[in-house]
């Protein structure tokens, strides 16, 4: 993939931390606002998408780092699948850490943790595994692309048996 | 003798098409709603959650979120697999 003109480079440079900040607002509010963390965690991704198109190809694969992006996916499931465990002397997915409407609006809130509890925390885990996995797609399908145009031509390309 | 077989399969299941599409209940007006009214009721008052959907997927739900996680991290697996880098390396 050929990078783009100077107009659409500059462009992603203006633009494409804005997707970041909007996806990650869009994750951490997922309890307020219409989103989550499936929602915000795409718009995060679409981040490495622009600059895939923009800068091309070679240039994205010497800035990405994919064991970055492998440890946000396990990160993330590991946070999500531990929050789910941590109610578990009531059950499985009890929302140990959340205040009713009225304790909270009179106060009784634990002061960093959202009044709505494991729903809050548990949309940011989404959010970091969707992010991290979506990118990690992304990379792995151009990897494979590139493969395919660079290996000689009639060989059997992407397989090692 | 295969189109008779083939003809009388689809006025069957033609038949049973039509016959549940005739007997669903008009939009907007659902069966039973007791879940619904609960959710609706009790997202807010007891989760503080202001965005119900939300609230149902990772709180109400949350095996089903189990589940969605786990479909994305097979998909990251299969894409991993299918378009890994061939041939020897060394």
Known sequence: MNPLSVVVRKGCDIFAWFMV???ANVIIHG????????????IVATFLTFLLVAYGGNRL????????????????LLLFIGLAFMGFP???????????????????????????????????AVGIEVAGGLSLIVIYMF???????TSPVGTECGHDR | ?????????????GGIVWGVLDNVHPFGDPLKTPVDDYYI???LKDRSSENIVTSLVFDYRGFDTI??????????????ALFRQGGRRD
Request: contains cysteine.
């Open chain 1, 21 to 23: 900040v909007f996806g």
């Open chain 1, 31 to 42: 309890d307020l606002t219409p989103g989550g963390g499936f929602q915000g965690g795409a």
């Open chain 1, 61 to 76: 694969l010497s800035w990405v780092n994919e064991r970055f992006y492998t440890s946000l996916v396990g990160f993330g």
């Open chain 1, 90 to 124: 009531t059950s499985f997915f009890y929302n140990f850490v959340s205040v009713t409407h009225e304790a909270a609006m009179a106060g009784g809130a634990h002061g960093i943790i959202p009044p709505s509890g494991t729903i809050a925390l548990m949309d940011i």
């Open chain 1, 143 to 149: 990897k494979g692309i590139r493969l395919y145009e």
């Open chain 2, 1 to 13: 003798m295969k189109k008779t077989m083939f003809i009388a399969a689809a006025l069957v299941l």
């Open chain 2, 41 to 43: 009721a009790h997202a």
């Open chain 2, 67 to 80: 589940g969605e996680a786990a479909v994305l991290f097979t998909a990251l697996c299969s894409v991993t």
